[in-house]
């Protein structure tokens, strides 16, 4: 159950590094001469793509526009909230997004949180803008609000739009609806990074681990995290990815290994710790398990395996109380 529930986050995880977005390409030049900005921010090389944003020159306005919000998006996954703080009275749609998503993901006032995302609705609806559909489409997923999730990436028919209804489908379960997404994306563009990663996610999903495997890896070899360095580790997303192909495989000692990779360069990923909690588990190393677990709790005590392995304890614990009456 918990590999399966791993499974689940990483879907989630992919979904996150689609955060932001653009508006409906209309421009050819606009795709060929920011494919590389594209591709190394889908892949999780956020600290790359950011540099690559600010050394970009676009050659149009929509060219910019993107530009401008990938640069948000990468401010985003870091994070550097300093930075969308400044953003949210940008004249960029995508970055004004960016801003409210910040707040949401941030804060803790329920009702401050409530109220971004009435604004970033509101904007999507009236900017008509890619990167806002997308990141209320993942808003209103984050609250389980699927089917009207979907709904909103039907907006704007990009590849990019086309996997985030892949994932959003896989986080609810519904793998032949995943399918059937997958292959209306097929022929466009199957080389980009993110097709490439939907097709891995559906991979997973379908019992199809080593070709999942195989993906992941050649991404980590065509899109190292630091240019010129000749590196097959790959960005904390493909690490985790390979981790998951593995643990599929029953390959839980190599899972942990790539994970244990990841973790050097994410400490705190949540998705990196709750993986390496099934891979202690299927191996039996109690200890690790709990060293893993405590630090989850820390770092994101209200993510779903914590809830749900924190509610299980208070059921006994009420069973115990009642023994004793």
Known sequence: AQAVFAQISRGKQAVASLLGGRRARACPMADDELQE?????????????????????????????ELDATLARCCLAIPLFDRLKAMQNSECPGQQAAALMAVIMKSRNEQQKAAAKEKLATLASQSHDMSCSMLSAICLGMD???????????AHPTMEMQALCVFMCLSCNQVAMAERQLAEMAGN????????????????????????YLTYCDLSTQFPPVEGEDSETGSVLLQTGKA????????????????T?????????????????SCMTHLGKNDEFQQHYTKLEQVS???????????VKDVFARFKASLQV
């Open 37 to 65: 900005v594209r591709d190394n921010f889908y892949v999780g090389n956020f600290q790359k793509a950011l540099q690559l944003c600010e050394s970009t020159s676009a050659s149009n306005d929509v060219a910019q526009s």
């Open 144 to 154: 389980g609000s699927y089917k009207e999730a979907v709904q909103q990436t039907k």
């Open 189 to 212: 563009n199957d080389d980009s990074a993110v097709f490439r990663l939907a097709t891995a996610a559906v991979k997973l999903a379908t019992g199809d681990p080593e070709e999942a």
């Open 244 to 259: 998951l192909a593995n643990m599929q495989r029953g390959m839980f000692s190599e899972a942990v290994e790539d994970l």
């Open 261 to 277: 990779r990841a973790l050097a360069a994410a400490p705190n990923d949540p998705d990196v710790l709750v993986n390496l909690c």
């Open 301 to 311: 005590p209200t993510h779903p395996f914590v809830v749900k392995t924190q509610s």
